[in-house]
C-alpha cells in the first residue's frame, strides 16, 4: 500500500502545498488568485507489515479561520478534516488516540463494524478522559468510504471540528488517475450565541469543503477521478446536481452500477463517490435548497467549482467491478422504530435516549427493521455496529440494491432494512442530524454472543 504524508500542522485547516496554482484571471469576476483545494493531509501508517496500518491521532484545541469567521474549535492533528486514514480490506487497524480536550472524548467509526469495545460510545463503558490515551484496535471488513468523529458531547465536539475520513480500499478497484476526498461541512457564525439547531428553515451556516470556504478543485483533462464526497455538517442537507453526477458508491461501497440521478442528497452523515471524466471544460457542483424541512426556495448555490488543466478528450469511464445480487425482498419487521416529536424534544417510540427501552436482535441472523417518521422533520437514521441493506420504501423496493449505514427518511416515509449483526454489544440506533440526537432521538440495539 502507498501512503502518502504531507505534513499540514501550519494551522490553517487543509491549504496543501503542492497545489499552489492560480486561476487564471479570465475564470473569475475578481482577479483574486486562489488555492485549490486538495484532499486532506493523510496519517502515515507507522507499522511496516502490508496488513496492519498503525495511526496516532491527537485531539487538541485549534482555532479555525474560515472566511470572516475565527472559530474558537478543536482538531485531530492540528488540521480539519483530520488526518485521512487509509487501509484495505483485511487489514489491521491500530490507532492511538490522544485527548488532548479539557473534555472526554472518543472515537466512533461511522460505518464499520468493529468490536464494541472499539465503538467509541459511553453505554456501558467509559469515554477517554482528557489527557489520557485509548488504543482502538480493529479488523476492516467493508470496503467504502467511512468517517470518524467523537461520540461525546457529539453535537458540539464534530461541529467545532473534530472528523476526519477514513478510506478502506477494496484491492479489486480499478485505479484511478486521481483520487480526491472532499468533505463539506457548514460552519456557524461564532458571533451568534445559540446556533438554532432546532430551526426548520434553511438556517446553514458557510459551507466549506476540506475547511474552504468558496472551493474550487483543479482537475487534469482525460483523467478519471474518483471523488469521495462526505456530508460531515451537524444537520446541513446537501442535495448536489450539475453535470458529471456519475455516482459509482454509497455508504457500504460500490452500488450494482453507475447512477446518473438528477442530485445526489447527502443528509447529515451520508457519503457518495462519484466518477468524473474532465473533458475539455469545468463545471460547477451546485447544491439544492433543501434541509430537514424538505425542498426549500431559491436558486442552487455553487457547492463547489471544477476547473480544467490541460483540457482535452474526457477519458472513458473505469471497469468497477459494482455491488452483485438481487434486492432482498420485504419481509414483516421483528423491531420497529417510530420517530415522533417536535424542535428540541425528540423520540423514538416515545422515548427519549438514554431512558430508552433496549431492544435485541440475535446474532448473525438476518432481521428486519422498519423506521417510521412520523415528525415534521426529516432524519438520516443511522446505525452502529451493523450495516444494512434496504428492503423498502413506503412499501416499494429501491430503485436498486443499495448497503448503507445512514438512510434519509423524509416526513412520513416509511423504510424497512435488514441487518446481520456480526459483533455483540449495545450498538446505537439514531438520528444523524446531531442536535435531535442529543435531544433524545437515540435508542439502543443489543446483540448477544453466540451461544
Ligand atoms: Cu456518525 Cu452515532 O454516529
Ligand atoms: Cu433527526
Known amino acids: 500500500m502507498t501512503l502518502l504524508l504531507l505534513l499540514a500542522c501550519t494551522g490553517t485547516p487543509v491549504e496543501t ?25 493523510e496519517a502515515i501508517d507507522l507499522d511496516p507489515a502490508d496488513d496492519i496500518v498503525h495511526f496516532e491521532l491527537t485531539a487538541a484545541r485549534m482555532t479555525h479561520t474560515i472566511g470572516d469567521y475565527v472559530i474558537d474549535g478543536y482538531a485531530y492533528n492540528g488540521q480539519t478534516p483530520g488526518p485521512t486514514l487509509r487501509a484495505k480490506i483485511g487489514d489491521r487497524v491500530i490507532v492511538d488516540f490522544s485527548n488532548e480536550l479539557d473534555a472526554v472524548s472518543t472515537i466512533h467509526w461511522h460505518g464499520l463494524t468493529v468490536p464494541y469495545e ?35 458531547d457529539t453535537a458540539h465536539q464534530v461541529d467545532h471540528g473534530l472528523y476526519g475520513v477514513l478510506i478502506v480500499e477494496d484491492p479489486a478497484d480499478p485505479t484511478p488517475d486521481r483520487e480526491l476526498v472532499l468533505v463539506f461541512d457548514d460552519w456557524n457564525d461564532p458571533e451568534d450565541e445559540e446556533p438554532d439547531e432546532h430551526d426548520h428553515g434553511r438556517d446553514e451556516g458557510l459551507w466549506t469543503v476540506n475547511g474552504m470556504p468558496d472551493p474550487a478543485v483543479q482537475l487534469t483533462g482525460g483523467q478519471r477521478v474518483r471523488a469521495r464526497l462526505f456530508n460531515t455538517s451537524n444537520h446541513g442537507y446537501l442535495d448536489l446536481g450539475g453535470s458529471q453526477l456519475r455516482w459509482i458508491a454509497g455508504d457500504q461501497g460500490l452500488l450494482p452500477s453507475a447512477q446518473s440521478p438528477q442530485t445526489i442528497r447527502l443528509g447529515p452523515g451520508d457519503r457518495a463517490d462519484v466518477e468524473w471524466l ?16 424538505g425542498p426549500g426556495f431559491g436558486e442552487p448555490e455553487v457547492r463547489l467549482r471544477v476547473d480544467i488543466a490541460e483540457p482535452t478528450t474526457a477519458g472513458t469511464a ?18 420497529t422504530y417510530v420517530f415522533t416529536g417536535e424542535a428540541g424534544d425528540w423520540f423514538i417510540n416515545g422515548e427519549r435516549f438514554p431512558n430508552v427501552t ?17 415528525s415534521g422533520s ?21 430503485p436498486f440494491r443499495t448497503i448503507e449505514d445512514t438512510w434519509n427518511l423524509a416526513v412520513y416515509d416509511r423504510i424497512r432494512v435488514s441487518v446481520r ?13 446531531l442536535g435531535h440526537a442529543e435531544e433524545g432521538m437515540m435508542t439502543v440495539i443489543e446483540v448477544q454472543p453466540a451461544r
Open 378 to 398: 426529516e432524519h438520516p437514521f443511522h446505525l452502529h455496529g451493523m450495516h444494512f441493506e434496504v428492503l423498502s420504501i413506503n412499501g416499494t423496493p429501491p
Open 17 to 41: 502545498d503542492d497545489t499552489q496554482d492560480t486561476v487564471p484571471p479570465d475564470t473569475d469576476d475578481s482577479a483574486v488568485p486562489i488555492s485549490y483545494v486538495d484532499s486532506p493531509a
Open 318 to 335: 473505469l471497469d468497477w467491478p459494482f455491488l452483485s445480487g438481487a434486492i432482498t425482498p420485504d419481509s414483516p419487521p421483528t423491531l
Open 118 to 152: 472499539m465503538d467509541g460510545v459511553l453505554w456501558s463503558q467509559g469515554g477517554v478522559d482528557p489527557g489520557t490515551s485509548f488504543r482502538y484496535e480493529f479488523t476492516l471488513t467493508q470496503a467504502g468510504s467511512f468517517w470518524y468523529h467523537p461520540h461525546v
Open 358 to 374: 433496549v431492544e435485541s436482535l440475535p446474532i448473525q441472523q438476518d432481521s428486519v427493521i422498519e423506521v417510521r417518521n412520523l
Open 421 to 433: 449483526p456480526q459483533n455483540p454489544g449495545f450498538w446505537m440506533a439514531h438520528c444523524h442530524i
Open 278 to 293: 474532465p473533458g475539455d471544460a469545468g463545471w460547477d457542483v451546485l447544491d439544492h435548497s433543501y434541509s430537514n424541512a
